[in-house]
């Protein structure tokens, strides 16, 4: 299951996937969604959520290749870490 988990969420290391659950390991005590909320907090998995293309994977290699603007600056990382607010959009190029 936890395979599984890794690679639907971008195919994450066993390291990072490691830290980030000890990092929110605390938070799962008083919030369970806290592990859950900090995946699905990345740019790819946000762009994925809207559904302009099909896959995840899709979504990662166009964030990678053309980049996708957060609160107006173009940004080419698919882990970037997404907060209520930020504005998104997709560049005039792409």
């Given at each position: 299951?936890?395979?599984?988990?890794?690679?639907?969420?971008?195919?994450?290391?066993?390291?990072?996937?490691?830290?980030?659950?000890?990092?929110?390991?605390?938070?799962?005590s008083l919030n369970t969604n806290s592990f859950?909320?900090?995946?699905?907090?990345?740019?790819?998995?946000?762009?994925?959520?809207?559904?302009?293309?099909?896959?995840?994977?899709?979504?990662?290699?166009?964030?990678?290749?053309?980049?996708?603007?957060?609160?107006?600056?173009?940004?080419?990382?698919?882990?970037?870490?997404?907060?209520?607010?930020?504005?998104?959009?997709?560049?005039?190029?792409?």
């Amino acid at each position: 299951m936890k395979q599984k988990l890794r690679f639907f969420h971008g195919k994450r290391k066993e390291e990072t996937f490691r830290n980030l659950f000890k990092t929110h390991l605390n938070r799962i005590s008083l919030n369970t969604n806290s592990f859950f909320t900090a995946l699905e907090s990345r740019l790819d998995r946000i762009f994925f959520r809207i559904r302009l293309l099909p896959t995840i994977f899709a979504c990662h290699q166009f964030i990678h290749y053309h980049g996708l603007e957060v609160n107006n600056s173009l940004e080419h990382s698919p882990r970037k870490e997404i907060k209520i607010g930020d504005i998104l959009s997709v560049p005039a190029k792409a």
